[in-house]
Nanobody
Framework: QPQLVESGGGLVQPGGSLRLSCAPS????????IGWFRQAPGKEREAVSC????????YYADSVKGRFTIFREYAGNTTYLQMNSLKPEDTAIYYC????????????????????WGQGTQVTVSS
């Protein structure tokens, strides 16, 4: 069964950096968009970013603009989320997902429009 697998989470101090990875298992998704979402304890799932392979367009939540970067490595069929200047409020489980189309969903930040999800990776920002 096709699935997405996230990795790269961990514990980091405020101001630090992490790079999350999202790779497919059981299929290739060269033409599928990938979105990143996160969910903190007691809060609703929140959209973080999305990348469309069709034209390379990217989208970011206001809370992460200028700090996070989404990009793809096509050779390895992997999508990354580079997270810099991390803050305690970035602490959450991070998920990647795809709507199985070449474009980010419209609107890109609606999690209900994404069909396949990974299991998530924990990111904790704390001193």
């Amino acid at each position: 069964q096709p699935q997405l697998v996230e990795s790269g989470g961990g514990l980091v101090q405020p101001g630090g950096s992490l790079r999350l990875s999202c790779a497919p298992s059981g299929f290739r998704y060269d033409d599928n968009s990938i979105g990143w979402f996160r969910q903190a304890p007691g809060k609703e799932r929140e959209a973080v970013s999305c990348i469309s392979p069709k034209d390379g367009s990217t989208y970011y939540a206001d809370s992460v603009k200028g700090r996070f970067t989404i990009f793809r490595e096509y050779a390895g069929n992997t999508t990354y989320l580079q997270m810099n200047s991390l803050k305690p409020e970035d602490t959450a489980i991070y998920y990647c997902a795809t709507d199985v189309t070449p474009w980010c969903a419209v609107p890109w930040n609606d999690s209900k429009l994404y069909d396949w999800w990974g299991q998530g990776t924990q990111v904790t920002v704390s001193s």
